[in-house]
């Protein structure tokens, strides 16, 4: 019981430095996820935070999420368990994973769903990236009225978080829509 009490909390430690780092060094998240035996991962919610911290890792490091199954375990258990901000962040990668897979009508479907999570969460810049995200699908769907929309809102809330970097970013993704 202690070998597997101490291993369960080496994999918290490292999950929880994993989510630390996540925005900052995503390749150190990344790495730190890889590090992880998953056969250590014992409950559903371990398991789940796991499948959401990775889907988080490899989108935060540019890589395309190839298959739904990275992301399956948080979306069957955050469907009804954990806080908001759990389903908003499990509503928003999973929408990220179905549009990685080619699947943009699921995405969008998703991305709304984190955006009802999202209203509320005080989260203001993860708000801001649910609806860049949005109008990026909207785009890709040539609904050019929709796309400005919601990259217009994106902006409101990148300037309410005092993120000048992401209000740049989507102020230039505005202009050229």
Same mark, same amino acid.
């Given at each position: 019981?202690?070998?597997?009490?101490?291993?369960?909390?080496?994999?918290?430690?490292?999950?929880?430095?994993?989510? #630390?780092?996540?925005?900052?060094?995503?390749?150190?998240?990344?790495?730190?996820?890889?590090?992880?035996?998953?056969?250590?991962?014992?409950?559903?919610? *371990?398991?789940?935070?796991?499948?959401?911290?990775?889907?988080?890792?490899?989108?935060?490091?540019?890589?395309?999420? *190839?298959?739904?199954?990275?992301?399956?375990?948080?979306?069957?258990?955050?469907?009804?368990?954990?806080?908001?901000?759990?389903?908003?962040?499990?509503?928003?990668?999973?929408?990220?994973? *179905?549009?990685?897979?080619?699947?943009?009508?699921?995405? +969008?479907?998703?991305?709304?769903?984190?955006?009802?999570?999202?209203?509320?969460?005080?989260?203001?810049?993860?708000?801001?990236?649910?609806?860049?995200? +949005?109008?990026?699908?909207?785009?890709? #769907?040539?609904?050019?009225?929709?796309?400005?929309?919601?990259?217009?809102?994106?902006?409101?809330?990148?300037? *309410?978080?005092?993120?000048?970097?992401?209000?740049?970013?989507?102020?230039?993704?505005?202009?050229?829509?």
């Amino acid at each position: 019981a202690l070998v597997t009490s101490c291993g369960d909390r080496g994999t918290v430690w490292i999950m929880n430095s994993a989510e #630390n780092v996540m925005w900052t060094r995503p390749d150190s998240a990344l790495a730190a996820l890889k590090s992880i035996d998953t056969l250590s991962l014992k409950t559903k919610a *371990q398991r789940a935070r796991y499948s959401l911290l990775y889907t988080m890792a490899l989108d935060r490091n540019h890589l395309t999420i *190839q298959d739904l199954r990275v992301i399956k375990p948080a979306a069957i258990y955050y469907e009804n368990h954990g806080s908001n901000d759990d389903k908003m962040k499990m509503y928003f990668y999973l929408g990220t994973a *179905q549009y990685d897979t080619g699947d943009p009508e699921s995405a +969008i479907a998703s991305y709304i769903r984190a955006k009802e999570y999202s209203s509320r969460s005080d989260n203001l810049v993860f708000r801001g990236i649910i609806s860049s995200s +949005i109008s990026d699908v909207y785009l890709w #769907n040539n609904n050019n009225s929709e796309s400005i929309l919601y990259c217009k809102e994106a902006c409101d809330y990148f300037v *309410q978080a005092k993120d000048s970097f992401r209000l740049w970013n989507t102020t230039g993704l505005l202009a050229n829509r």
